[in-house]
């Protein structure tokens, strides 16, 4: 948690010039439930090397997060 309404993740991705990567934050009274998704790039080059790639994302809540677990999707 970064401050009461954010949150970084950490994960592994495709090579950032064929892939790109959204989130969404569904929450609730209990729970932040945080979707990943990863997906081709629409201009992305035809032919991409396969690498792995650490990456991170801010996401912010539209309330404060508190002591609602943060889950994953």
Sequence with gaps: MVSDTSVRIFFSMGNPKCHGVRATVDEDSSAVLITLY????????????????????????RNPIGTRSVITG
Excluded: F, M, Q
Aim: net charge negative; with cysteine.
């Design 38 to 61: 990863e997906g081709t790039l629409p201009n992305a080059p035809t032919e991409c090397a396969e690498i792995a790639v650490n990456a991170s994302l801010l996401l912010t809540t």
